[in-house]
């Protein structure tokens, strides 16, 4: 089993940066294959906005981040660096797992099947 434990979250000014982190601890939480960033706002879908895989370099972004958010890992913990955060932007913040490359490949057909979750971290961009 594996936990995740995000922080990071806060409120900020349009235009502003903040960097998430997410720890992984548990059984086995050094060989996840991939690990992603989510958001979710009330009333909507959780969206995939971030995903890279512990080896390789098929990293996906959510088009409307890109360059401007920074998926990257280090030991058992992934970032995401957001910078030029935009009030649309506001969310709560999840990072996800995988094991399997059908669970990490999930986002990219539109149905993320991911097995561990965070907790959540809330992020707020006021215009």
């Known amino acids: 089993q594996v936990q995740l434990v995000e922080s990071g979250g806060g409120s900020v000014q349009a235009g502003g940066s903040l960097n998430l982190s997410c720890v992984a601890s548990?059984?086995?939480?050094?060989?996840?294959?991939?690990k992603a960033w989510f958001r979710q706002t009330p009333g909507n879908e959780r969206e995939a906005i971030a995903r890279?895989?512990?080896?390789?370099?098929k990293t996906y972004y959510l088009d409307s981040v890109k360059g401007r958010f920074t998926i990257f890992q280090y030991e058992n913990a992934v970032y995401l660096q957001m910078n030029n955060l935009q009030p649309e932007d506001t969310a709560m913040y999840y990072c996800?797992?995988?094991?399997?490359?059908?669970?990490?490949?999930?986002?990219?057909?539109?149905?993320?099947?991911?097995?561990?979750w965070g907790q959540g971290t809330q992020v707020t961009v006021s215009s």
């Open positions: 996800a797992a995988g094991n399997y490359l059908d669970q990490c490949q999930s986002i990219e057909n539109g149905r993320p099947n991911f097995p561990y």
């Open positions: 548990g059984y086995n939480s050094q060989y996840t294959m991939c």
């Open positions: 890279l895989f512990a080896i390789g370099t």
